[in-house]
């Protein structure tokens, strides 16, 4: 859509300002062959310092010390900038309460450890022989796990020195070390990815992040953990900055089994399917509504999105144009099909049923409408803005946005929100948002098909920006046809990957690697193989004098 015609639709345009595009439209894909985005020329920005999120902290703790230790629930709550966790946590501080709150956490991890059950899994020497030698080697050894890097002989020594010391005092060496433990545990050094990067030495004007800092991006990306052993190694061997050595290890990554938690984290914060474990219904109204709906919904979801992408490396456009879906029993009797498997969750073909895709499951009807009543404004805006990318401005601060209830000349949707779109101040938003959502009407909000709403017909027609529709099939085939679509996959994946969100001149990197991924047929284990080759996963910016270096803070008890 113009900027001319959105402001003329607002009207009084004024009210919510037309100084930036309402969309945000990519370039069409280019017909030769599109440009390798490791030679794209980009600018970088500095980096942020993101902390580890709940996911992230709970991963790492059970990937270096077992699945047995029970980790505090989650000592700081998450933020979400753009959408995403990973943004949010580049923004993130840690309050008085998070900082106390991690100090327990580390203290009660460290005695789990160090209890007389797991000692020996950790202790490089008999518990009873536990001297300051064997400190400084604990230290040193899970040092570098724990923070992702070699420590400095200074803080090998300071950190097993505080071990001495407590077991001195404690009369008990093991207690002693579990000091030194939870001092590695609370360190920012663990708490923070702190990846500032180095002088390239192809290029002095530039930064690349160095071999461990490539390490933790690497394994955060596909494991989101902690990197283990095997990927310090390569760091230490000075292969993660070289490209052969970085795909090497990305393809060995993406092959184990962890990739499939890992990469799916990249979905889960896209498509705000974490939003499920709150999903909330009126039972009076929704009288299929459960407390397991919404955890089905996200396995739906998420098995969909598997298949496409591990099972088959498949084109991610049937993400939204699959009629095939993945259901348990619960499922199975929402959508009106039979139950495929007794037990678990088995596909299920839903020809005919009206359903197709990822905008026929449960975890986009059902979150994207209120507690008691169907939202084509909020089905329509997710449509825009995660699907497609387009910005939907908000509503004035004086505008009142309520929907008129049913009644004897207005009882669908449709005719209800009729208002909106004649009232000047209302009509912008709405014209991007309602004719889009009034598609998915046929689906109540709980994502159970219909027919009628209050008795009236529904009339699921549209058109998207310009180009008709007759029920929400066709939006769906329009949506998933939209290079909007391969853009906005890329973007977010760009996003989730950096933990910040691309500026205006950073969109041509975003473009490439959006039209090497149609060039691809969109699979989106060519996308990620590509970001991860580009100088947006590799570089860190350009620093100027007096920027903090990587080796300026290095104090971590």
């Known amino acids: 859509m113009s900027r001319p015609l959105f402001c003329a639709l607002l009207a009084c345009g004024a009210l919510l300002g037309c100084e930036a595009e309402p969309t945000e439209t990519p370039p069409t894909t280019p017909d030769e062959a599109p440009a390798d985005p490791a030679t794209v020329e980009f600018e970088a920005r500095p980096p942020p310092v993101p902390r580890l999120t709940a996911a992230q902290y709970a991963n790492s703790i059970a990937a270096l010390f077992g699945d047995d230790i029970v980790v505090p629930p989650e000592p700081e709550p998450d933020a979400r900038e753009g959408g995403l966790l990973a943004v949010g946590a580049g923004v993130s501080t840690l309050s008085p309460r998070g900082v106390e709150n991690f100090e327990r956490a580390a203290y009660a991890v460290a005695g789990q450890v160090l209890d007389a059950e797991r000692r020996d899994r950790v202790l490089p020497c008999p518990a009873a022989e536990l001297d300051r030698s064997c400190m400084e080697a604990f230290t040193a050894e899970w040092g570098r796990r724990i923070w992702r890097r070699p420590l400095t002989a200074d803080e090998i020594t300071r950190l097993a020195e505080v071990g001495e010391r407590a077991g001195e005092t404690l009369g008990d060496a093991v207690a002693g070390l579990e000091y030194t433990l939870a001092g590695l545990l609370q360190s920012p050094n663990f708490l923070f990815r702190r990846e500032l990067g180095e002088p390239d030495p192809a290029d002095a004007g530039r930064r690349r992040f160095t071999d461990y800092e490539m390490a933790a991006r690497l394994s955060f990306l596909l494991w989101n953990v902690t990197p283990d052993d095997a990927l310090l190694d390569a760091a230490e061997a000075g292969e993660l900055t070289t490209a052969e050595g970085l795909r090497a290890h990305a393809e060995r990554m993406y092959a184990d089994p962890r990739s499939r938690d890992g990469v799916m984290r990249i979905f889960i914060e896209w498509l705000g399917l974490d939003d499920l474990d709150e999903l909330r219904k009126d039972t009076a109204v929704f009288v299929a509504m459960s407390p397991e709906v919404g955890s089905a919904a996200r396995t739906e979801t998420l098995s969909l999105i598997d298949d496409l992408v591990f099972a088959r490396d498949a084109d991610f456009r049937g ?85 008129p209830e049913p009644s004897g000349t207005t009882r669908t949707l449709r005719e209800r929100v009729a208002e909106h779109l004649t009232n000047p101040a209302c009509a912008g938003c709405h014209e991007l948002t309602d004719k889009v959502g009034l598609a998915f009407e046929t689906f109540d909000g709980l994502g159970v098909a219909r027919t009628l709403d209050h008795g009236a017909v529904i009339d699921p027609s549209g058109d998207l920006d310009g180009v008709p529709f007759s029920d929400a099939d066709q939006l769906v085939e329009l949506i998933a046809g939209d290079p909007g679509f391969g853009f906005c996959v890329a973007r977010h994946v760009f996003r989730y990957g950096t933990g910040t969100l691309d500026a205006r001149d950073q969109e041509a990197l975003v473009q490439t690697l959006a039209d090497r991924f149609a060039a691809d047929g969109h699979r989106f284990e060519g996308l990620l193989f590509d970001f991860i080759a580009s100088p947006a996963f590799r570089e860190a910016g350009r620093f100027e004098a007096g920027d903090v270096e990587a080796g300026d803070v290095q104090g971590g008890e």
């Open 319 to 403: 993400f939204l144009t699959e009629r095939r879906t993945f259901v348990d029993r619960k499922l199975a009797a929402l959508y009106g099909v039979r139950a495929p498997a007794r037990d678990g969750f088995a596909p299920v073909d839903l020809t005919g049923s009206g359903r197709r895709g990822f905008l026929g499951q449960v975890s986009f009807l059902a979150l994207n409408s209120h507690p008691t009543s169907t939202s084509a404004t909020l089905r329509g805006k997710f449509v825009r803005e995660k699907l497609l990318c387009q910005v939907v401005p908000p509503p004035p601060s004086d505008v009142d946005t309520s929907i």
